[in-house]
């Protein structure tokens, strides 16, 4: 049985060959899972599916984190605006 790993790797390479990568026609996913199904040791489309469906998800969880770093990073930002040594309204330049 293949790791979701070696699946998601076999998918990139045999989807590589589609002419829109990020949007691949409904004859390049079927060519793509064909070809993976046909290595040894026996994938399953149901094996292709649950790979790409954890590695969704795991991208997901991915944008979440950068978007909740994010949302606090702009609040640090903006409670500092204004509040930087010797700028109005920010503490007074020390020596």
Do not use: F
Not at 28 to 57: F, H, N, Q, W, Y
Not at 71 to 89: S, T
Request: glycine share 8%; proline share 7%.
């Amino acid at each position: 049985m293949a790791s979701r790993d070696e699946i998601l790797k076999a998918w990139d390479e045999a989807i590589a060959v589609a002419q829109n990568r990020e949007d691949p026609s409904d004859d390049e996913m079927d060519a793509a899972t064909a070809a993976i199904c046909a290595k040894p040791p026996g994938v399953t489309r149901d094996d292709i599916t649950g790979a790409l469906r954890s590695s969704v998800e795991e991208l997901k969880g991915e944008v979440a984190s950068a978007d909740r770093a994010l949302r606090i990073l702009e609040a640090m930002v903006k409670e500092r605006e204004g509040k930087l040594p010797g700028l109005p309204g920010g503490p007074p330049l020390k020596h």
